[in-house]
Nanobody, 123 residues
Framework: VQLQASGGGLVHYGGSLRISCAASGRISRIDDMGWYRQSAGKQRELVATIKSDGSTIYADSVKGRFSISRDNAKKTVYLQMNSLRPEDTAVYYC??????????????????WGQGTLVTVSS
């Protein structure tokens, strides 16, 4: 099972960017999906999460600017980031609670992390 994040890059203050994260492998079910971020010298923090029923939670710092969504058929979670600020600069990591089948067909639950995608906002 893998989580592959993409879409990061450099954007100017006030700009927009969409990042995505796709899960692959012998996945039976994905429950919560989310995005976290970590900037230099700081701990990883929650940005937003979305449950399988579509309900969402956002960090106060991104409410009204960021939007999380998911495509269950594509096993993909998205983060639309608008009105970006320099303080949004960070490596963004996707996270998902996944139920998959191992090589001996046993169901295994794990909380997986993507490799991170860098978002840089210039002032």
């Amino acid at each position: 099972v893998q989580l592959q994040a993409s879409g990061g890059g450099l954007v100017h203050y006030g700009g927009s960017l969409r990042i995505s994260c796709a899960a692959s492998g012998r996945i039976s079910r994905i429950d919560d999906m989310g995005w976290y971020r970590q900037s230099a010298g700081k701990q990883r923090e929650l940005v937003a999460t979305i449950k399988s029923d579509g309900s969402t939670i956002y960090a106060d710092s991104v409410k009204g600017r960021f939007s999380i969504s998911r495509d269950n058929a594509k096993k993909t979670v998205y983060l639309q980031m608008n009105s970006l600020r320099p303080e949004d600069t960070a490596v963004y990591y996707c996270n998902a609670e996944i139920l998959y089948y191992n090589d001996v067909e046993e169901p295994v639950a794990l909380r997986g992390w993507g490799q991170g995608t860098l978002v840089t906002v210039s002032s």
